[in-house]
């Protein structure tokens, strides 16, 4: 994670996420009616008949309703209502929109109040996401499990099944 601004007077700060444990750990950090602005595209609806429909990138603030990560993507999918936005003839206030981020794009987020707490996680996690991931094998008679370790934990990546000899699967060698 790269923090790209930090305004405690402003109660505002940018970051751009460079891993999926970044998207996670500012998911955290925003809240219900904080302002979160980037750049979407979308759909624009003519306004004389006979014109067809069109896609525009604009910069939008939305207040936040709901924030999810999807690990699939690599995303984080923030819902509100749009507050401001540009170009303004497009924007329709108040109207609801989800704004995605993708890694290595700018998330600005505006708290009704960013406590000093809160500036010490973001700078202790933009050192932590700068320390190498590390893998653990953990060994047994019948699987092995694959996990990533790092400063906010363990997760698991996998498990390898042995498909030895058992209850399961009859065999006739005797192993060892």
Same mark, same amino acid.
Do not use: Y
């Given at each position: 994670m790269k923090i790209l601004s930090l305004k405690p007077l402003e109660n505002t700060f940018s970051v751009e996420c460079h891993s999926l444990e970044d998207m996670e750990f500012v998911s955290r950090m925003i809240a219900p009616n904080?302002?979160?602005?980037?750049?979407?595209?979308? +759909?624009?609806?003519?306004?004389e008949p006979g014109q067809k429909p069109f896609r525009i990138k604009m910069h939008l603030t939305i207040r936040v309703n709901e924030v999810s990560v999807d690990e699939h993507t690599h995303s984080l999918r923030v819902s509100g209502t749009i507050e401001n936005g540009s170009p303004p003839e497009f924007v329709e206030m108040h109207a609801q929109h989800a704004?995605?981020? +993708?890694l290595f794009q700018p998330i600005r987020v505006q708290k009704n109040q960013l406590f000093s707490h809160d500036i010490q996680r973001l700078k202790e996690r933009e050192k932590e996401s700068h320390k190498p991931l590390y893998l653990g094998i953990v060994l047994d008679d019948e699987e092995a499990t694959i996990l990533q370790v790092s400063g906010s934990g363990l997760k698991e990546l996998g498990k390898i099944n042995a498909l030895r000899s058992g209850k399961q699967f009859k065999s006739e060698k005797k192993e060892n």
């Open positions: 904080d302002l979160v602005s980037g750049e979407t595209d979308r +759909n624009i609806k003519p306004r704004l995605v981020f +993708n």
